[in-house]
């Protein structure tokens, strides 16, 4: 073959139809293949993940967070891992990305189509967070086997379930269920089908079961942690600070999702008759509204500018994967119109200054740009230094185990010390009675550490009185530790050490409170350390806005011994499961506490403050002073 005729042939196969999936995959693949480890709440976390794999701690007892033991697959961290995984992750979604990418072009048939796809994956990887980009994947393989009963399609969407699960559990509980529901109605809508979906639901189960048992993983335990953080995430982490800090955007953003809101209402309530028509249509709107309702709690419960992509960017997918796989013309024509709307206002949508979605960037750019080997070792020597303890606290640490709270892990990481967590690992994180009561069964356990650092938390959300998370570590540390010393590093650390026995808890002045919001109550004294538990509970508005965007945010006004006042935000969860009535917001309170064991400056008053009838009038709690023996 001559030259110039191999030409002509290579020129014959760069297609528009090729040009373009390979630019989608290109725009799909990560920014970065790897993540340095780094100090801070997020890094913490991160580490935290490869720091338990690497000790072999177990997922859902010694370890409970929202991500699982192959999270490193979406924070990209490589340490104790190697990048060799990570890469091979990478292939796989670029296989399945090929795969769907092939259908797709191939049944929209029309350049102009073609061209939204690999904008809206532009747009998405920008907030490549691996479970949502597997998730959209996951929905694209669950509906192809719906239409065109391809095996391998089933069998990739079960994987990709598996993978989740495993990454991260709230939405891989998600994948679970829709899965397991997509298994009923093939069984329902075809019972020849039966024995092909028990053996996918037999691969399902089976596979969870085995990689459960590689990774460490107590399944009942994981799932039951999971459940309890996804129930209270709304009361917890939900924030109102951008609305307050960046109005202007919030709002912006806001009218931007209701008009997305307005074109699903009039597209179903303009199509229900003809939905109801068309029943096997049904079971692709359901699921992708869900999907777009996930999306939108994930950009707007933790309302900033990194969530703008999900219900946005990924919620367009969610509309165009659906698009593809409706049969009734009228129906697929209208869920056009609603994709077009997303198309029209994705532009627009908003993050501030100096950042913008719709910019093309260079996958793996860190390896060209920031992560060369010795970038890396400047980096990691550059974080040793500024979380470097000193080597006269740190030589006791030597054959202990060290816990840190709040949330500083990178210390442990940096100082290379003997990791020995509570199990809900972040006190941010540990928001309700069953996680915070883990930890105080860990520290008072005989497999509790032999130190615990303490720093006081900057603010996780404007208004949060940090003391009062996972107060039962804090009551644990009372009970079980001595105040040993106080070192300053990055952060000023107050160092405890484990007794060799713990106190007897003993309480007194035990009574219980019933009043109302916005009445003031008297709750503690000068030189008392009481614990109280309070009830509040949402009224049926405050029910409804937990559910469908954020829950209402209670206020309580504290009235300090001294006389000074102060305003924080309650979490509802949080209280119930019991704080302490104390001050604590500076280093040397902080130092004090531990010290004296708790006799710091008492809230003597409180007044929750009502907030646009979100909350029930009615108000009960428990409280008792604390001393021990």
Known sequence: MSVPQLYERVI???????????????????????????????????????????????????????????????????????????????????????????????????????????????????NSEATFQLFTLFIFLVFHHYRTQTIISLALATTISVLIF???????????????????????????????????????LGLVLILGQIFHVDLVNYVKGALSIINNYNDAMFSVDFVNLTARYAYFNIALAVIVVLSFAVFFIYSLPLILKS?????????????????????????GFAGMSYPFFYGALFVGISYLFIENTTLKSRLGDVFMVFLLISPFVSTGIGFAFNKLTLPYQDVIFSNLPFQQQVSNEKNRVEYHIDSKISQNFKGKTVDFVPYEISYAFFNDLHYNPRPAIQSYQAYNNYLTSLNYAKYLSPTAPDYVLYTVPGPTDVQRYNFWSDSKTTLAMLQNYNYDTTTISKDTLQVVKKRSRHFQLVKSNIKDLAFKIG?????????????????????????IM???????????????EDGKTEVFKAIISEIDGGVFLKKLQTNIEAEHFFRTRGQNKSITRLQFLQNHAGFEDDITAHLYDVSFR
Not at 182 to 188: Q, S
Not at 280 to 295: K, N, Q, T
């Open 12 to 126: 014959e196969k760069i297609t528009p139809f090729r040009i373009l999936i390979f630019f989608s995959i290109v725009l799909f693949l990560p920014k970065a293949l790897i993540e340095n480890p780094s100090g801070g709440v997020d890094p913490s976390w991160k580490i935290s993940i490869n720091m338990a794999l690497h000790q072999g701690l177990v997922f859902g007892k010694d370890w409970v967070f929202t991500y699982g033991p192959l999270g490193f697959l979406s924070t990209r961290v490589p340490t104790y891992i190697g990048i060799m995984p990570i890469l091979i992750y990478d292939i796989f979604v670029i296989g399945v990305l090929f795969y769907i990418l092939k259908y797709t072009f191939k049944s929209l048939n029309n350049t102009v189509k073609w061209l939204a796809v690999p904008y809206f994956i532009m747009m998405i990887s920008h």
């Open 166 to 204: 495993f990454i991260k559990l709230n939405l891989g509980i998600v994948a679970s269920v829709i899965l397991y529901a997509y298994f009923v109605l093939a069984i329902v809508s075809d019972t020849k089908s039966f024995l092909k979906i028990v053996a996918f639901w037999g691969y399902h």
């Open 279 to 303: 029943r096997s249509d049904i079971f692709i709107l359901l699921v992708m509204l869900f999907a777009w309702y996930l999306g939108f709690k994930q950009g707007f419960t933790r309302f």
């Open 519 to 543: 009445e003031e109550v008297p709750v503690s004294q000068a030189n008392k350390l009481t614990w109280i538990e309070i009830k509040v509970k949402y009224s049926l508005w405050g029910k």
């Open 546 to 560: 937990r559910v469908l965007v954020q829950p209402p945010v209670l206020r309580v006004k504290a009235t300090f």
